[in-house]
RNA sequence: GUCCCUGUAGCUCAGUUGGAUAGAGCAGCUGCCUUCUAAGCAGCGGGCCGUGAGUUCGAGUCUCACCAGGGACGCCA
């Protein structure tokens, strides 16, 4: 990346005045180079100079002279320039910029793409949805952050691995096996009383007349529990299938499903049991085993078993995590987790901590609630209160681009409305099909040039000469600054603003630049940055989960 | 009561980790299609960045207090 090397030349020129004695030899902070909001200050920029001049009792403007002066000159940089009150401002080369356009051809669709991650390993769990309801928006919004972070750290040199945590254990489980059976036996005419603790939705009624279709009244004449049993494993089943469809249509897969259940079978959950103990950080109090979280620092304990002897959630999400650090070896491990998991942070890194893995190692996103709405009205998402407006009609009403792109545009730590009419009435005037709009009028003129004989490959990249065209250019080689910057803060929506900032930078060109005129040389030029640019669009518009169309 | 998130244009939201003149999309108004897609382009209007203090060369961004909205504080997940 060209802005990592105009950090480097910074810190070499700043290192060199500090040993000439030109500056004072001061602490050097972190060199940052970003880019200048203004373009006429130039490509890159550096506040060092600022940020050196308390330190160093010296003129902000003198300092950025002075390593400015010292700064070795590379081709790709043109000009090099001290603005008030102590930037060092960078301006990049025009012939480098154009030659872009060759290495973005020649890099196709890893154009972008950079090593960040070193290979490390790092697992991103999301949804994670009890598999006792259908998916609602605010699920939809985990999945379609989890689903681009991951994208966007592959691209970034991670090896990603996506999962779902499916909690086919506890109460919440048990509840609903005793909601379907009730269900089942009322839908057979044999009156059953609903658990009050239960699943009160009529999608647990449509579940029980499935069964009761590929199964008959057969388990009617069973004990309620073993029949709720076997039931629920045939409804919990059904159900993490329609979540899985659901997903897919939204454009969300994972690489593994991880039970819960397994974490009781494969004994990870007895052995992370006994080294907590060993390590001195469970106690026996009024009946229950408590995590001695106080000893960490937190508030209060937390039960890992209760009285009557089964194990907490809090308990097999410790196995869990124990099973993700120490037995899979991931380096990091990212949870994207509700709003209503919040609480839950603090005594989950307490208790990897307890285990003697370093808490930084787990990043947990917390994203804020999705209030649904139709105009004005609120419409309620409560799986356990009754009838929900599900995900998958969401989707089906808004579409799957627009609600990733939607979702993505809102940074997590902000609560969203999401209103379905105004969705709905702005879908054409929207940013999701602004952005893809370009991509279908550059296949346009790919496809009419073709038509026409004119060939890419022979374009000369030096006849770009254009502002429109310098500009254009430029925003492409930024694509790999915003996948650092995705990848750094785990913050997705960096990304469709990116994507709508091309694509008004290709209809500015468009508008100013006839690609195909009678020119052919300029034609060819012209051809080979638009396929540039259908590269670098259509991989933003993938990495955010997205289609790229040819028409619209 | 404690903890977490949010408060920026009429509306929905960005703001590159403390930098230069606070941005975009909708909504409103004015222009632009005989030529590769007008789902586009150009332009106009719109702001006490919740309030008040503080930190420093510099604050929408950091600290504290307060106000407002949401969430969490369970032997639910």
Known sequence: MLKCKVAQLVEQAVIRAQRGGLIPSVALPQITVERPQNAAYGDYATSLPLKLARAARANPLSIAEEIAELIVPIPEIEKIAVAPPGFINFTVNNNWVVQQVESIRSAGEAYGDINLGRGSRVQLEFVSVNPTGPLHVGHGRGAVLGSTLAKVLTAAGYAVEKEYYINDAGTQIDAFYRSLYARYRQALGTPFEMPPDGYHGSYVMELAQEIIAENGDKFLSW??????????????????????????????????????????????????????????????????????????????????????????????????????????????????????????????????????????????????????????TELKVSKRGGDIVTLREVIDEVGTDACRFFFLSRAAS??????????????????????????????????????????????????????????????????????????DSLEPNYLPYYAQELAADFHGFYEQCRVISPDRELSAARLKLVDAVRIVLAKTLHLMGMTAPERM
């Open 414 to 487: 902000s609560q969203m409305d999401f209103d379905l009419e105004l969705a709905k009435k702005q879908s054409v005037d929207n940013p999701v099909y602004y952005v893809q709009y370009a991509h279908a009028r550059i296949s346009s003129i790919l496809r009419f040039a073709q038509e026409r004989g004119i060939e890419p490959s022979y374009g000369d990249v030096s006849l770009l000469t254009s502002q429109a065209e310098l500009a254009l250019i430029r925003k492409m080689t930024q694509l790999s600054e915003v996948i650092e910057a995705v990848a």
């Open 223 to 376: 004990s309620p529990e073993e029949a709720a049993w076997e039931l629920g494993k045939l409804g919990l089943d059904k159900m993490l299938n329609l979540i899985k469809a659901d997903l897919k249509l939204l454009k969300v897969e994972f690489d593994l499903y991880f039970s819960e259940n397994s974490l009781y079978e494969g004994g990870q959950y007895q052995r992370v049991m006994s080294e907590l103990g060993e390590r001195g950080y469970t106690a026996e109090k009024e009946g229950a085993i408590w995590f001695v979280s106080s000893a960490l620092g937190e508030d209060k304990d937390n039960v890992l078993v209760r009285t009557n002897g089964t194990p907490t959630y809090f308990a097999s999400d410790i196995a869990y995590h124990y099973n993700k650090f120490s037995e899979r070896n991931f380096d990091k491990v990212v949870n994207i987790w509700g709003a209503d998991h919040q609480g839950h942070i603090a005594r989950m890194k307490a208790a990897i901590s307890a285990l003697g893995i370093d808490p930084d190692r787990l990043r947990i996103i917390i994203t804020q609630m999705v209030t649904l709405r139709r105009g004005g």
